[in-house]
């Protein structure tokens, strides 16, 4: 479905990426998870052509990404990040509706998709006409999945979903994504820096540190078959003060 | 952006049609005798058949020269000294003949002086001048306690104090310098006993002051002569002709009494010129001065012209520019940077600047103004534009819409509050500055803020300087209202979490 061959980025003298590879089955969810800096959300950037490797590729169903089929592989992938990435000047619906509009929906179509993703997602359908500034930060991380979702697309690319919100909203929403994930059988890549997330989510989960993936695998095999030192370190900070707190009693 | 282009079109259609268009242009400079014959000028053109348009107070000497070699110009009245020094660049004076040639040089003619000299005098009170028995510098001499103050540019002038003393060789000790108002003041209260004068200054005659005669020819002749277009033998020969019929027709004494007509007495000048030649040729002009009404309406329909036609084109031309830059950083630095120095060009320099390119008048002011505006709106515009956020201009093209729509649907109107107020500052700039366009003869509130510093009428001063504020807060206001339809209601809520 998804497929990195040698993908490497350098910004400046930094080196953003190293040579990576990577394929996300369909209908699977992959998990890019490591500290900040790690590289993990320009490997994402990479995946929708925001920013071109210096030397590899990226395919989507054999498709490899150029300028020139940009926007139209852009329709089947959808695209959300921390806070839902909403413009501040539409409205809900028509920051869903906005890429319906520019392939020219007709309103009654746009309508009844609005319903149907505002059921899915659990949306109130009547804050459909308010502003981004007017929805609680769990609302608006909803329309974000609702744009991204719009046009049904197959592969759905997430950047710190959750990250904005606070744990109950976050936890609810955690429940309401997996489900609508699975339910719809979409390939998923996830990128989150935490590892109790990771592990809720990732079928594969991809550990990365300084630009390259130290290990991919299940969340098992990253507990039970650490590739190195660091793969322990990274899970064991993890684990919360409360659990160790509780542990300890 | 479309509102907007009704708005100005609307604006456009309710300026005044330029429909006859006058034949002949004539001008004057910002100082009272020189408006005078302007209009002396212009009633004589317009008695011959000619419809004559005056362009009032231009800003100096370069600005009608020049725009007499352009052409915006047909005829002006200049002084002899100031051709040789100003515009012919000789350091001394030249005789009348070879002045001529050389103005012949530059396609102009020039008539025989018309009979005053406006140069410095050294003036006393006619009660001194009396028991002194005193008529010429010479006699000055001869009376070493006289107290004399000069105004501070006569003192320090190559031409004033220190020549005259030495041409002279004038033996007083005890000289003052001072303001050259404060000089008249103090020679009627007695505190001096002579002082230097325009030798056609209003205040000689009002205060009943002698001015002694330059007996040993120490100051450079400024004759009143008038300049004109050679082309005006044909384009309007009775015209040319009238010039060469006021050549020696006005004394120094009748000058002297015009603009104290004006000038003290608060005669217009369009009154003061009409009677001299009703008196000296028995020509009967038609003159119409306008009623504070009809002034402020002409004033203000000027204004909002300059102003509305020069933002329109500004915003026409610099939204698109600060788009482009946006895009194209490097271009973008460097149109920045032009506009940059546009804005640095004095504004008086512009605007003779503007004159040989694009004429006389509102086109030069609204070419300026046009200019100094587009600075606030390309900066405005790409500081919005490139502003917006990273992540949301990511998340706009990660949609796949392409970078027209993006442009048009996110982009510009999340820039629109910063576009907004770089053209508040333009229009709000514009107000002040088109004040600035009566120098060329765009009229406007400027107008009488000129004639009114001038005639030292405060009045008349705040007949443009009122509404000229009054118009810079509307402005305001009205952008402040405008961000309502511009600005989309998102932008304006604060985020409740």
Redesign the interface.
Known sequence: MLELRGVTKHFGDTIALQPTDLIAASGSTMVLIGPSGCGKSTLL?LM?G?IEPDKGSVAIDGTILAEQN??????R?G?V??DG?L?????AGENVG??AR?LAWTPDRIHTRLRELAELTHFPVDALGR???????GQRQRVGLM?ALMLEPDLLLLDEPLGALDPIVRSDLQNDLREIFRGLGKTVVMVTHDMGEAGFFGDQIALMREGRIVQQGTLTDLLTKPAEGFVDRFINAQRTTLHVLGGAS | MRPWLVIFSALLLCTPAVADDPVLHVGSKSFTESVILGDMLQQLSQAKGYSTEHERELGGTRILWNSLLAGELDAYVEYTGTIAQEILGNEGMIDEASMRARVEEHGLRMTRPLGFNNTYAIGVTADVAERRSLATISDLVAHPDLVLGFSNEFMDRGDGWPGLRMHYQLPHQHVRGLEHALAYRALEAGELDATDFYSTDAEIDFYGFVALRDDREYFPTYHAVILYRADLEERAPNLAAAFLSLENRIDAVSMAKMNKRAKIDRVHEKQVAADFLSETFGTIAEIEILTLRQRLWKTTIEHLTLVGLSLLAAILVAVPLGIVSARYRQLGQAVLGLSGIIQTIPAFALLAFMIPLVGLGGPSAICALFLYSLLPIVRNTYTGLTDTPL??R?????????SG?RLR??EL??A?RSILAGIKTSAVINVGFATLGAFVGAGGFGQPILTGIRLADTGLILEGAIPAAVLALLVQWLFELSERVFV????R?????
């Open positions: 950037r929708l925001l940009l926007d139209t592989l852009r329709h992938i695209y990040i921390q990435g413009f501040p000047h539409l409205r906005l890429l520019h502003y981004p500034a007017q929805l609680s930060g744009r | 992540h949301l990511e998340s706009a093209a990660a949609l796949g819409l392409p729509k649907w996110i109107p999340m629109s989309p209601a998102g932008l809520l604060q985020p409740t979490d």
